[in-house]
Structure formats: C-alpha cells, structure tokens
C-alpha cells in the first residue's frame, strides 16, 4: 500500500467522467495508464494522466465514486491494499473499498489498429455543430465519407433514405477512393476537444491533440471502404 497522499488533476478528473459516459466500471493498474471498454466491446479509450499509481485498484461505479470526489474541496487520496481514503480541507474523510477486477468489464488487450487508409481532423466547434444538429433533427448517424475527390462528415438517419442530412466539409486526402466509415453519435464519447482521426476498414482512432489520450471505435456493419 502507500500512505503518499496524490491530488488527481482537472483534467484527470474530466476524462474519469468522460470514461464513465463509456463503462461504469474502470480498472487502474500500476503506473500512469488508465484504460476503458464499453460494455459492448465497440469502443476503447486510453489516456497517459499525469499521476503515478502505485497501487492496482478496481472501481464497480465510476459516477458513485466521482460523486464521493465532488464532496470535498481540493481532495486527496491515498491509495491502500483495500481502499482509497479520500480527505480534503474539512475533518470528513471517506474509505472508499475497491471492487474486485474480476467483477468488471475491463480491457485486456491493446488495440492492434489496422492499417489506416484515411485520416482528418475535426474540431470541438465542429463536432459541438454536429451534436446540435443530430439533437435538433433528431438523427442517430454520423458518416465520414468520400464525395468527389472531398472529405465530408454527414449527420443522418441512415435507416431514412429521406431524412434531413447536414454535411460539414473536412480537411483530409480520400485519394481517389471511395468510402463511407458510419457510427451511431450516441456512440462517440469523446472529451472535448480536436481531434485526429484516423480510419481503417473497421474502425475509427481518434486522438485527442492536446493530452495523450486516444479512443477506438468499431464502425457499423454498413460501412464500406474501396480504395
């Protein structure tokens, strides 16, 4: 165990409640890597953070715990075999138990990115553009796709061949090909921010460019790439 009291950072609690919109559970290992699944295995994420853990600890409710961390001003934790005890500026304290890693839907393996054969970029004012739009319109699906020699990004219903669509033109190179990568929004759980993204025939990364922090997003069945 230690007994080194850590404050975690904004940032590291931001995405901590960003993975928690991904998976309840969340698993930490030895080190400064904190990863997460969905629960439906169609989505990961990875960030370096700032603090070092030492201790190998399992959380069954993210959202309960970030709820306990909201009670405290300027909070810290120390990390032991069985707990975290949580402290802050008051005399409250709070011994929060682990739960057991077998128990939670966790990653156990790295993410072997297939060979990327498109790439863009997209800004936080785009994709907040986006997110109103699917809100508003009420439509499910967002597509990056290749439209004469152009990289776009398309809010639809794809299940609707007559629903209201809005297009959003992307920097990035299709050369010459012809493809279309679809998601559901409601899948796309990112931390705000710009992002790199980068396309295989199954999946889109999409890399945050300010932290090191990366996602993983398998593509619908629908979605087609000829190069």
Do not use: C
Not at 2 to 29: G, P, Q
Not at 115 to 128: D, G, K, S
Not at 167 to 194: R, V
């Amino acid at each position: 165990m230690t007994n080194n009291a850590i404050a975690l950072s904004k940032t590291t609690l931001a995405v901590l409640k960003n993975f928690a919109s991904m998976n309840s559970n969340l698993h930490v290992m030895p080190g400064n890597i904190i990863k997460t699944i969905t629960p439906s295995m169609t989505g990961m994420a990875k960030v370096e953070v700032e603090e070092e853990f030492d201790t190998e600890f399992g959380i069954w409710d993210l959202n309960k715990f970030l709820g306990v961390i909201s009670l405290f001003n300027n909070p810290s934790f120390e990390f032991h075999d069985k707990y975290v005890r949580i402290s802050g500026n008051n005399s409250s304290v709070v011994n929060y138990y682990y739960s057991d890693p077998s128990l939670l839907t966790i990653p156990t393996k790295e993410v072997m990115m297939p060979e990327v054969v498109a790439e863009t970029t997209i800004t936080q004012e785009m994709f907040n553009e986006i997110s109103r739009t699917s809100s508003v319109l009420q439509l499910p699906d967002i597509s990056f796709q290749s439209n004469n020699g152009e990289f776009y990004v398309i809010v639809s219903d794809r299940s609707d061949p007559t629903s209201n669509r809005s297009e959003i033109k992307l920097d990035g190179e299709t050369n010459g090909a012809d493809f279309s990568f679809n998601f559901k929004i409601d899948n796309i759980k990112l931390l705000p921010g710009n992002y790199k993204i980068s396309f295989a025939k199954k999946v889109g990364r999409f890399e945050n460019e300010n932290i090191n922090l990366t996602y993983w997003f398998a593509a619908q069945p629908d979605s087609h790439y000829n190069g």
